[in-house]
């Protein structure tokens, strides 16, 4: 079955812990986004990879880490520097980064604190 | 700077009325591009088009049409004969494409439609 794939679905974090947020893609595709959707606010970009050991921050990277070791993965990290976490987390692919291919969504992850 | 601007924050119709969505954007760019999105209650964000800043031109998709105006730089989504499976946030979004950009969208704030039975 193709898509993409969001893991957990709810998450809680306390404070001062890290969390990590999971994004798994069998699309084959080059390019992978996260981002963080506020009520009221849309969708911000967190970060984005174009190619495998590459990623570049986006427009609200503060306090968000991730890695890209490999094609299918691309795991976006909570700190504990993000002082206002709570939000709703959506991965999303596209086949490549340099061109404007419609991107698709995983089904998100929702963060709380506890 | 890149910005849109969806000005309806909720809508909320009856079954089988037609309801018109609008998207204004602002751009520097002579290239870019346009898109629609849906998210249901699930969450998932759904393509529902893409339209570069050359093509003018209507398009219909059953239910759904999209009017893209460059001269008022606004890029409309009707849906005719609603259904209560319509009842979603539909997201319009803004790409840029030059100088070697990546492919980041500009997302509206949403406008969440409810279709009454």
């Known amino acids: 079955d193709g898509g993409i794939t969001q893991s957990p679905k709810y998450l809680f974090r306390k404070e001062g812990q890290n969390v990590t947020l999971s994004c798994e893609q069998n699309l084959n595709h080059d390019a992978m986004y996260w981002y963080r959707q506020d009520p009221g606010q849309g969708l911000r970009l967190i970060y984005y990879?174009?190619?495998?050991?590459?990623?570049q921050k986006g427009d609200i990277a503060e306090g968000y880490s991730v890695s890209r070791e490999k094609k299918e993965s691309f795991p976006l990290t909570v700190t504990s520097a993000q002082k206002n976490p709570t939000a709703f987390y959506l991965c999303?692919?596209?086949?490549?980064?340099?061109?404007?291919?419609?991107?698709?969504f995983g089904d998100g992850t929702r963060l709380s604190i506890l | 700077a890149q910005k849109v601007t969806q000005a309806q924050t909720e809508i909320s119709v009856v079954e089988k009325e037609d309801v018109t969505l609008d998207c204004v954007y602002e751009t520097r760019d002579t290239t870019y591009y346009l898109f629609w999105y849906k998210q249901p209650p699930s969450g998932e964000l759904v393509f529902l088009i893409r339209?570069?800043?050359?093509?003018?031109q209507n398009e219909i998709s059953g239910r759904y049409s999209w009017n893209f105006q460059k001269s008022t730089s606004s890029f409309n989504f009707t849906i005719t004969a609603s259904q209560v499976v319509d009842s979603a946030v539909y997201f319009c979004?803004?790409?840029?494409?030059?100088?070697?950009?990546?492919?980041?969208?500009?997302f509206g704030t949403g406008t969440l439609l409810a279709v009454q039975p």
């Open positions: 339209r570069n800043s050359f093509d003018e």
């Open positions: 990879s174009q190619i495998v050991n590459d990623f």
């Open positions: 999303a692919t596209s086949v490549e980064g340099y061109s404007n291919q419609p991107q698709h």
């Open positions: 979004a803004l790409s840029e494409l030059g100088g070697g950009a990546t492919n980041k969208l500009i």
